[in-house]
């Protein structure tokens, strides 16, 4: 077919203004380029290929400010190339997150070392990578987007978490990612498959339509729920919730303490995003047929699956003694809190979770931080390698002791104020759904038992660090400007981010009625 002049302009016009919403993704991969290119000659192997990527990413995270510009003013974001890609206000929200813990990342690396000059194009074109894919997630609006996806962001934490060279335990803790995330991705596909036969499309929205025509003529069969529940396992697979949690202590264990921030922080918000974005399609299509059918049948599913998170999380992380391990648990723990949103259908539910996500963001670098500075500077990745921190090194035992108590969620630390807000919502949930009532009752009170319980190995990290005494021998760790000023950002964040809820939640909420 071949377009008339007036047809032709219509397309080029709309593609200008569909790369213009996506040009961040282009940055990002445009910096990836870049990289593998000045690599081919000698003069640049003098340089850190870290340095190369931060402007671009200050570049990207500009952009994603002057689209919260225009998204605030009025200028509405919506379905890019053809419906494939969604750049609304929600997806708006999480890109900028990951760019900002992209960043956090490459700063955390410069200070530890990892990756070396030598090895710096690999690493910065996986973490670049991984990023990129999972901004798609966040923006996928298609089942095969979604699915596309899911493998950009997966492949490069596969390699990510065996980059270390030399260590058998980072081998083997690949090897499993792969293994696992192998299977689940195969599952997903599987389930994308049967929908897409059902509803004859890929379209979420069109997904959505035949879920309501669904319940208009009685109610979800079978087979469509089981595909739903499929392709879900991709998803909960990389929320890492219970069952398909297993690969995670495993591979943060074996994997730098660099890579297992990327893997819990990033990983997480890409997941949530997806999550969320699918789940709250699906509400806004069956919600006028019956209001109650998703979260009597699906959420009730997730809100089990978040009380079993979270406990086994919780309980599991009480006997480690390798400190990434420890933090391992304590991220599933956590991705049960951040399902609890995610399993009632509402929109305070999921305004909740992203701010969650923003308060998990610098309390999670900030710990996983302190464990790879320790590991460079001291040689500890052991709870007992903490004894006497505060006397050896006051900077970094104030910088874990701030990101431990927001974890365990005391105020005024953004952890109580994100935990609020995800049981305030589940709270009004019940009240919204009578039948859901006793639940959604019972996963709040699972939630505070659970709060309850992490105190046991959160509050041990910080009678290591101040109450015991140092070992024999131990000498002071210097924690130097640069390290310095990360933790002091990172916890004056946390400080902020607690107390001054408004601004956060009202970019949140604005993300999630934004979302088209």
Known sequence: ????????????????????WFAPELIVAGTILLTLFLRIFKPFDRIHSNTVAVG???????????????????????????????LDAFATFLRTLLILFALGALWLGGITGLPDREDSADYLVLLLGGTLGMMVMVSANHLMMVFVGLEMASLPCYALSGFLKGRKTGSESALKYVLYGS?????????????????????????????????????????????TAMLLVGFAFKLSAVPFHFWLPDVFEG??????????????????????????????????????LLPRTVGTTLLVMAMLTMTLGNLAALGQTNLKRLLAYSTIAHAGVLLLGLAIFTAEGIAATLYYLAGYLPTNLAAFGVVAILRNRAGIETLDGLRGLWERSPGLAGALAVAVLSLLGLPPLVGFAGKFQIFAALYDAGRLHPDLAVICTVAL?????NTAVSAGYYLKVLKLCFLDEPVDGAEPILLGNSAGALLGLLGISIFVLGIAWNPVVMFATRAVVGMG
């Not at 498959?193 to 025509?213: C, N, P, R, V, W």
């Open 1 to 20: 077919m071949i377009l008339t002049p007036e047809q032709y302009a219509s397309v080029r016009s709309a593609l200008n203004a569909d790369l213009g």
């Open 183 to 227: 299977a689940a991705s195969g599952v997903a596909l599987y389930g994308i498959s049967l929908l897409m036969t059902q509803f004859g499309t890929g379209s979420l929205t069109g997904i959505a339509h035949g879920f309501a025509e669904l319940a208009r003529g009685g109610g979800i069969d079978g087979l469509t729920f089981a595909a």
């Open 56 to 86: 671009p990413l200050l570049a990207a995270l500009g952009l994603l400010g002057l689209q919260w510009f225009d998204l605030f003013h009025g200028l509405r974001g919506g379905p890019v190339f053809t419906g494939l890609l969604n």
């Open 255 to 292: 994997a730098a303490a660099e890579v297992g921030a990327f893997l819990s922080v990033a990983s997480k918000a890409a997941a949530v995003g997806l999550t969320a974005r699918f789940l709250l399609i699906l509400q806004r299509e069956v919600g006028p047929v019956d209001p109650s």
């Open 445 to 449: 009170a699972v939630a505070v038992l």
